[in-house]
């Protein structure tokens, strides 16, 4: 709340300002000509000349530049406090991401240091420290992709992947990740071969279908996660689409879903996890394999789906 205060305030100055110049230019205006009208009625009057004219012509271009540059001023202003906005937003995420796992971590070590457990028990908690580690691990791998695609540093490359491998390498850490049954996610490959293989960036590919996954279960209601996996080819795209039933995208967030930072959460539902990196990820690396990415959905509790659309290309090799 103190936030979207402070956001308004400089807004209201900016607009108030705004009014009041334009209102001056218009009085200006209006004075002027009824003065000129006025004066010419009952006396005459001499010739201003051309100065006088380009004097004031050039007034009321300077008032013009005043508005643009006061609302040029504006947007900036607005876009540097919703950047600050959305960046205390992230650091709070991290915050709290990390401080999960860490204290799982430092719980279990202490568990085993003072207490004289069963190799089972060694063994399970051993299970969940490593399960922490991947955790930790695949999130600061996150933020660092994050980082690389926006300073252009993250390359593309280019060798055969084997799709129905792939598929099954995402779907297990998926389902590992969350816990959640085998049921839960159904995929559909239609491929005119069954061992379909496309040239593309294999990580690149994995992280975008992950993300997506990881997105479709975590914005489902708990326990009842139902997602689709679909990937089908027509000999010049391969266009893969997640569908999933939980709470769903607004209208007014469909277009927005692809930025960095920006997350869709709603008051009547608990809190989603996350930083707002996954979807800008996504987008950023299915743009720079030449593809594109679309989210469509009827609205809350609606369900949401995402359309990736990539070139399928031939490996060239070297006369």
């Given at each position: ?163 129905p491998e792939l598929v099954a390498r ?129 609205g809350a509790d609606s369900g949401a ?10 490996l060239t090799t070297d006369p």
């Open positions: 709340m103190r936030t979207r205060q402070s956001i308004l305030v400089p807004v209201l100055v900016a607009v108030l300002a705004i009014c009041f110049t334009i209102a001056v230019l218009v009085a200006w205006c209006i004075i002027f000509t009824q003065f000129y009208v006025v004066a010419t009625e009952t006396q005459t009057i001499p010739d201003l000349g051309v100065g006088y004219w380009l004097i004031l012509s050039a007034g009321c271009l300077f008032l013009v530049l005043i508005i643009v540059a006061l609302i040029l001023f504006l947007v900036a202003n607005l876009r540097q406090a919703l950047l600050v906005q959305h960046q205390s937003t992230f650091i709070d995420s991290v915050t709290h991401e990390l401080k999960s796992p860490l204290a799982s971590l430092s719980l279990c070590l202490e568990t085993m240091e003072s207490r004289d457990l069963t190799p089972e028990l060694q063994a399970r908690f051993i299970t969940m420290m490593k399960h922490d580690v991947e955790r930790l691990r695949d999130f600061i791998e996150h933020i660092l992709e994050a980082g690389r695609l926006e300073h252009n540093e993250r390359e593309i490359g280019q060798e055969p992947v084997a799709l995402c779907l297990a850490q998926i389902q590992k990740r969350h816990t959640i049954p085998e049921d839960a996610i159904r995929v559909t490959l239609q491929f005119n071969d069954p061992e379909r293989q496309i040239v593309t960036d294999p990580l690149a590919l994995e992280i975008v279908l992950l993300n997506l996954l990881d997105n479709a279960v975590k914005y489902s209601e708990a326990g009842q996660v139902k997602v689709d996996l679909s990937a089908r080819d027509d000999g010049e795209w391969m266009t893969f689409q997640v569908v999933d039933r939980g709470i769903g995208i607004p209208k007014k967030h469909l277009k927005k879903v692809f930025r960095r930072f920006h997350r869709v959460e709603r008051d009547d539902k608990p809190k989603v996890k996350g930083t707002g990196l996954g979807l800008y990820v996504v987008a950023s690396l299915v743009q720079r394999l030449g593809g594109r990415i679309t989210a469509s959905s009827e789906t995402f359309t990736v659309r990539l070139p399928i290309r031939r």
